[in-house]
């Protein structure tokens, strides 16, 4: 009877992965390479400190999915072990993941950070929101990220009894490391600093209107504080789940099989749905940003769709008429 009962789980996970987790995987590589192209695409974004930490957000998003995210999508539908076929997967896959989750998401909180200061009311502070700084964190970050993955990369070498796509480490110490300092510590802080921010920055937006700034440096203030805003709020409803379980899943001790296959199934679950934390932003911009919207049209119609087209000729100041409107 047990043995049905773990056998109909499994089912349920595999046929889950199959209608649910591979599709929400596939629009989420389509949503992270369309903000990608769009960033780099316009002028106005690829100048501007925010957006650039949100293009290389969308970068290191689209890493992931693509390069770790799809395969465990399959191994949970097909029960496929890749770590079998290719000695190293398991390693290398886990390096890319720890190095692109973490730069995402300080990428999320220092975004917002800047649009606080290029909101804030203090020009001193204003200055602190630049495309050189920006740069220059982007170069602090990756370096953060890569000595934050060689560790992974090291210690995990060992598959998952609750999820055999994922891998863990047989390391107590590295193992605590990952489960309070990662999935708790930087899983909750990092989040919980860029809500912060996310507030405040909202604030100083709604008195934009009151402030003697440029007409569309307000406007694309005001666009991408809201961007942020809502894409912190996304994050965290989609993240929160899978951190939970995944640290349930890391503490408990109990070998039971009806135990680990629920805690298989829930981990399915929670898996896909922070799927959308990684692979969101191209409509959750969409959604909640009419210019954003315009612009996304602009790109995808105009400049790439149309120049298909043959004899078909584009106006110099397109671009610039799509940015201010």
């Not at 920055?201 to 440096?217: D, E, G, I, K, Q």
Request: aromatic content about 14%; proline content about 3%.
């Amino acid at each position: 009877m047990d043995m049905d009962y773990i056998a109909l789980l499994a089912s349920a996970r595999s046929k889950f992965a199959l209608y649910v987790s591979i599709p929400t995987c596939f629009i989420s590589i389509i949503s992270e390479f369309l903000s990608l192209l769009i960033f780099l695409s316009l002028k106005t974004f690829r100048q501007n400190s925010c957006s650039f930490y949100l293009m290389f957000m969308a970068l290191f998003n689209l890493i992931r999915l693509t390069c770790s995210t799809s395969f465990i999508a399959i191994s949970m539908t097909f029960s496929t072990n890749f770590t079998s076929v290719l000695l190293f997967y398991c390693q290398i896959r886990a390096f890319l993941v720890a190095t692109c989750n973490l730069s995402a998401l300080i990428c999320l909180c220092l975004s917002v950070i800047d649009q606080y200061f290029a909101t804030c009311f203090r020009p001193s502070w204003q200055r602190y929101s630049n495309i050189r700084i920006a740069r220059r964190m982007m170069v602090i970050i990756t370096l953060i990220s890569l000595c934050h993955a060689t560790l992974y990369l090291i210690y995990l070498n060992q598959l998952s009894p609750t999820n055999p796509s994922v891998c863990i480490s047989s390391n107590s110490i590295f193992s605590q490391y990952h489960v309070y300092g990662f999935f708790i510590t930087y899983g909750n802080v990092f989040p919980l600093i860029a809500v912060i921010f996310g507030l405040l920055a909202y604030r100083n937006a709604r008195s934009l209107l009151t402030r003697a700034n440029l007409f569309v440096r307000r406007e694309l203030d005001k666009q991408l504080t809201t961007m942020v805003l809502v894409e912190i709020c996304v994050y965290v409803c989609t993240y929160t789940p899978y951190s939970i379980v995944n640290t349930v899943s890391a503490l408990n001790t109990n070998r039971d099989p009806i135990l680990l296959a629920k805690l298989s199934l829930a981990n399915a679950i929670t898996l896909t749905i922070s799927f959308l934390s990684n692979g969101n932003s191209f409509y959750t911009y969409m959604c909640v940003s009419k210019r954003f919207r315009r612009q996304a049209k602009y790109v995808l119609y105009d400049l790439y769709i149309n120049k298909c087209q043959p004899n078909r000729i584009i106006p110099a100041n397109t671009e610039h008429h799509a940015e201010t409107r």
